[in-house]
């Protein structure tokens, strides 16, 4: 039951990325949220409120024509309201690899921290 509540969040989580719908977005990202990366030396940072601002003012990958690939990792479950998830999706013309960590909050599953990283392009 846990695991199938858990996929759905991430099915939204996959749609919000295409199409940044952003009240799907806010119902995804708690509002603390944090996302983190390093990649190339470069250590990336950024608040829910920026990466909101970032999505909001930009064209959704689906809006430019780009198709979705979406995979679901793993699913590690640590009690019944966290657990920890990696997907791998297409954004845009970029592979990523995301680390989630999850809480039920509510009766409701939000992402709280995110790792991500461009895992190469998509050739």
Known sequence: MLINEIKAMLENYFSVLQTQDLQGFDEVFHSGCV???AQDGE???RPFAQYRAMVQGRESPQERGFASLDEILMIDVM???MAMVKVRLRLFDNIMVDYLNVMKVQGKWMIFAKLFHKQGNVA
């Open 43 to 45: 250590v990336t940072v």
């Open 35 to 37: 996302l983190y990366s």
């Open 79 to 81: 009690s019944p309201e």
